[in-house]
């Protein structure tokens, strides 16, 4: 497992919701809901500098068969941007069913999914960064695919 703390992204039309880990890799923690436009990018760096961030984390939506759902582009494009906007590597992580399990969550705990859509946004990037922070430690190599700073994978 790498040493370094993490953002997890979960890229939204409307919103984006930030987690951050820890150094050691262990717990990924809710940090901030974004309102999604221009200053997203601006902002997410911002993040990625205050954390120390050695790597970026977007959740990469996809129906259940594996093919692009309406917002898989928006997801790459974000992830395209950061990677050319930032000095540390951008990687998109399958994210399947994290807002589904991120509204069960909060349903759970006795919140209204709907009085808690901001909150929603920042449980489902804990649920993506904890995703893939767990499949590192299991498979002893980084999870998903890195963005390359031109907009290719």
């Given at each position: 497992?790498?040493?370094?703390?993490r953002?997890g992204v979960?890229?939204g039309?409307?919103r984006?919701g930030?987690a951050?880990c820890?150094?050691?890799?262990?717990?990924?923690?809710?940090?901030?809901?974004?309102?999604?436009?221009?200053?997203?990018?601006?902002e997410l760096?911002?993040?990625v500098?205050?954390?120390?961030a050695?790597?970026?984390?977007?959740?990469?939506?996809?129906w259940m068969?594996?093919?692009?759902?309406?917002?898989?582009?928006?997801?790459?494009?974000?992830?395209?941007?950061?990677?050319?906007?930032?000095?540390?590597?951008?990687?998109?992580v399958?994210?399947?069913l994290?807002?589904?399990?991120?509204?069960?969550?909060?349903h759970?705990?006795?919140?209204?999914?709907k009085?808690?859509?901001?909150?929603?946004?920042?449980v489902?990037?804990?649920i993506?960064?904890?995703?893939?922070?767990?499949?590192?430690?299991?498979?002893?190599?980084?999870?998903?695919t890195v963005?390359?700073?031109?907009?290719?994978?």
């Amino acid at each position: 497992m790498r040493s370094g703390v993490r953002l997890g992204v979960d890229a939204g039309k409307a919103r984006v919701g930030v987690a951050v880990c820890d150094r050691d890799g262990l717990l990924a923690t809710p940090v901030a809901t974004l309102s999604r436009g221009d200053r997203t990018v601006g902002e997410l760096r911002e993040l990625v500098s205050e954390h120390a961030a050695i790597e970026v984390v977007v959740g990469l939506p996809l129906w259940m068969r594996g093919d692009d759902t309406a917002s898989t582009a928006d997801a790459r494009m974000l992830a395209d941007q950061l990677a050319a906007a930032l000095d540390i590597p951008v990687r998109l992580v399958d994210e399947r069913l994290s807002t589904v399990s991120a509204q069960r969550a909060l349903h759970q705990s006795g919140r209204s999914v709907k009085a808690s859509r901001p909150v929603i946004d920042q449980v489902a990037a804990v649920i993506i960064l904890q995703n893939a922070l767990d499949f590192e430690r299991s498979a002893g190599r980084p999870p998903g695919t890195v963005v390359d700073q031109h907009g290719g994978r």
